[in-house]
């Protein structure tokens, strides 16, 4: 079974507009960690925002949040407001167990955001 | 802010040719990684290393595969006789509180 579930390969989105990419998780392990990386056509990974398996409270990076349903398995980036240099893909990430431990991605979605 | 550095961005080379990929890791950080992504797929673990040892690899991080920290401050990922599969991004990453950085990564060619 796949660990990272991202079930929208690209998505639309205009400008000024809030946008929820989708990130579905497996795992067994109680303790583990949830990331959103964002990685532009210059091809960097950019950290975004980070859920920790025990927070209570949903986790916000400026325009960024992460709604986590954990009943759900579900750990959706939300982006806000969105802007043109928000073009790019979208990875979810997950770690388990211990906090240095590998990390396993999704898929990736392709955002584009329209004028 | 302190940011981990990979060179060279993009390496040719023939096929059955040894290459070295190599990461400065954020200088504080005590954990390194290296993924791969091949073109337009998911980003793969390959190895962690910590304390100057492999802490885990993957089945894709064969014979192979090595990697290495020579000095202080760099982290190097070697493949000994390079595939026409072996074309990639290579990615290299070191852990901060929680999140790993990631380097921008080198595009690894093989011809």
């Known amino acids: 079974a796949q660990k990272i579930t991202q079930t929208q390969p690209g998505m639309f989105v205009q400008e000024k507009e809030a946008v929820t990419l989708d990130c579905t998780y497996d795992?067994?392990?109680?303790?583990?960690?949830l990331f959103w990386y964002k990685q532009p056509s210059s091809g960097e990974m950019i950290f975004l925002i980070y859920?920790?398996?025990?927070?209570?409270q949903n986790a916000t990076e400026g325009r960024y949040s992460l709604n986590f349903q954990k009943a759900r398995k579900s750990a959706n980036l939300v982006i806000s407001a969105s802007q043109l240099g928000d073009s790019a893909m979208y990875f979810c990430?997950?770690?388990?167990?211990?906090?240095?431990?590998?990390?396993?991605f999704g898929s990736g979605t392709k955002l584009n955001v329209k004028p | 802010e302190p940011e981990v550095t990979q060179t060279p961005s993009h390496q040719v080379t023939q096929m059955g040719q040894e290459v070295i990929l190599r990461c400065v890791p954020i200088?504080?950080?005590?954990?390194f990684y290296w993924y791969r992504q091949i073109l337009g797929q998911k980003v793969e673990f390959l190895v962690s290393?910590?304390?100057?040892?492999?802490?885990?690899k993957s089945e894709i991080f064969d014979d192979q595969f090595s990697v290495e920290r020579p000095d202080g401050s760099n982290f190097t990922l070697k493949i000994r006789s390079t595939k026409l599969e072996d074309s990639a991004m290579y990615f290299c990453?070191?852990?901060?509180?929680?999140?790993?950085?990631f380097g921008p990564g080198t595009r690894l060619t093989v011809t």
């Open positions: 990453a070191s852990k901060g509180q929680y999140e790993q950085y």
């Open positions: 795992t067994s392990d109680p303790s583990y960690g």
């Open positions: 200088s504080n950080h005590l954990y």
């Open positions: 859920q920790g398996s025990y927070d209570q």
């Open positions: 290393f910590y304390n100057n040892e492999i802490s885990e």
């Open positions: 990430a997950m770690r388990e167990g211990y906090n240095f431990n590998k990390f396993y």
